[in-house]
Antibody, heavy 116, light 111 residues
Framework: EVQLLESGGGLVQPGGSLRLSCAASGITFSNYVMSWVRQAPGKGLEWISVISGSGDTTYYAASVKGRFTISRDNSKNSLYLQMNNLRAEDTAVYYC?????????WGQGTLVIVSS | QPVLTQSSSASASLGSSVKLTCTLNSGHSNNIIAWHQQHPGKAPRYLMN???????NKGSGVPDRFSGSSSGADRYLTISNLQSEDEADYYCETWDRNSRVFGGGTKLTVL
């Protein structure tokens, strides 16, 4: 059974940093493209970043480019999202997602609140 | 970049059927999409991916009541014999070379 378990969310001040992690199990992790998707309170889903199975190709949404960095450690079956210079509008639940053409598995999410 | 358009809301009666629509923008009418279901306060759940031909592949455990179809740039999710637990938000998703896109979501109310 595929499981994706996010961690690392919490309360952070504007301008601060946070690193999210996603631990994957039940899959050969390195075989899969992975992504991060967020959902602000009361809003829809917003894709923010994707990374290839090897980790050598990454893409970002314009809203986070230059502030967020996606990475992975295939030896640890883990996906990461380093978030810097956080803004109030980054407040959201962050989901990691496994991709096979489209997203086919979701984590349970971790909440990030950016507030002073 | 692809754009997905969904109606913001839909409603149907318990035991009836409903057909939700996701429309691809010009230049992306052949894209494969996915449908996801999300209950309030819960993570999204993958339902199926759906090709322009109308062929679809459902995720593990998705009831037979859920089916997909296509017509041109429109992708449909049909839910038959509506149950109370089908009341949820439904999102479609697609991608291009360097980005992924979600529709705005449809809130389905079961009357």
């Amino acid at each position: 059974e595929v499981q994706l378990l996010e961690s690392g969310g919490g309360l952070v001040q504007p301008g601060g940093s946070l690193r999210l992690s996603c631990a994957a199990s039940g899959i050969t992790f390195s075989n899969y493209v992975m992504s991060w998707v967020r959902q602000a309170p009361g809003k829809g889903l917003e894709w923010i970043s994707v990374i290839s199975g090897s980790g050598d190709t990454t893409y970002y949404a314009a809203s986070v480019k230059g502030r967020f960095t996606i990475s992975r450690d295939n030896s640890k079956n883990s996906l990461y999202l380093q978030m810097n210079n956080l803004r109030a509008e980054d407040t959201a639940v962050y989901y990691c997602a496994k991709i096979v053409t489209t997203t086919d598995h979701w984590g349970q999410g971790t909440l990030v609140i950016v507030s002073s | 970049q692809p754009v997905l358009t969904q109606s913001s809301s839909a409603s149907a009666s318990l035991g009836s059927s409903v057909k939700l629509t996701c429309t691809l923008n010009s230049g992306h009418s052949n894209n494969i999409i996915a449908w996801h279901q999300q209950h309030p306060g819960k993570a999204p759940r993958y339902l199926m991916n759906l090709e322009g031909s109308g062929s679809y592949n459902k995720g593990s455990g998705v009831p037979d009541r859920f089916s997909g179809s296509s017509s041109g740039a429109d992708r449909y999710l049909t839910i038959s014999n509506l149950q109370s637990e089908d009341e949820a938000d439904y999102y479609c998703e697609t991608w291009d070379r360097n980005s992924r896109v979600f529709g705005g979501g449809t809130k389905l109310t079961v009357l």
